[in-house]
């Protein structure tokens, strides 16, 4: 059972053209919601940690909201270089421990063509 | 320099050979993590560490090995390599406080 599911999978989008990618999550008692930003063949770059339904955080042309039940990550007009997949991760207390792990989406790959 | 280093950073092998992959980190985290990346699968997690004496299964740890040698290295071992292990494989650390995790460049692995 998938604990966060991202989509769409794919996302094309002309330079300029703003849209928004979703994170949504079935795991209780959330403690950070995570998205990442990787390039091919490089490891995952750290993007924001969302932490309470409400909460937003911004950064350049990026801007991720939260909910009870889903994130999103807004691109507002997009430029080439923000091609890259967007991963998204909760971090859940598994049972039976006090301490937790992330579980990742399968990412959202995006390309913005000029 | 980089803060979570791999080496290798790429590696072709034959079916049945043993390998061992490394992780070094200087940002001082306790907690080390092993992922693979395949394809349409996203990251599944291996094996993980909070600290030099605790090590942890994740969600694919049959075929695994790890070991942490100190609190700075985290080494995954494939005892003897199958096909279905050719993947990108990551290594990541965390401090005990924040939860985010940051991630090493990758090893890339072709098993034969």
């Known amino acids: 059972e998938d604990q966060v599911t991202q989509s769409p999978e794919a996302l094309r989008l002309q330079e300029g053209e703003s849209s928004s990618l979703n994170c949504s999550y079935t795991?209780?008692?959330?403690?950070?919601l995570f998205w990442y930003r990787q390039d091919p063949g490089k490891g995952p770059e750290f993007l924001f940690t969302?932490?309470?339904a409400g909460e937003e955080k911004e950064k350049e042309r990026l801007k991720a909201t939260l909910t009870k039940k889903e994130s999103f990550l807004h691109i507002t007009a997009p430029k080439p270089e923000d091609s890259a997949t967007y991963l998204c991760?909760?971090?859940?207390?598994?049972?039976?421990?006090?301490?937790?792990?992330?579980?990742f989406g399968r990412g959202t790959q995006l390309t913005v063509w000029p | 320099d980089a803060d979570v280093t791999q080496t290798p950073r790429n590696r072709i092998t034959k079916t049945g050979k043993r390998i061992m992959l490394e992780c070094s980190q200087t940002k001082g985290h306790d907690r080390m993590y092993w992922y693979r990346q395949d394809p349409g699968l996203g990251l599944r997690l291996i094996y993980y560490?909070?600290?030099?004496?605790?090590?942890n299964k994740g969600e694919i740890s049959d075929g695994y090995s790890v070991s942490r040698q100190a609190q700075a290295k985290f080494s995954l071992s494939l005892e003897s390599a199958i096909p279905n292990q050719t993947a990108l494989y990551f290594c990541?650390?965390?401090?005990?406080?924040?939860?985010?995790?940051?991630f090493g460049p990758g090893t890339r692995l072709t098993v034969l």
């Open positions: 969302l932490y309470s």
């Open positions: 560490s909070f600290d030099v004496k605790d090590i």
């Open positions: 990541a650390t965390s401090d005990l406080v924040v939860n985010e995790q940051f």
């Open positions: 991760a909760v971090h859940r207390i598994d049972r039976g421990s006090t301490l937790g792990r992330l579980y």
């Open positions: 795991v209780s008692g959330l403690r950070g």
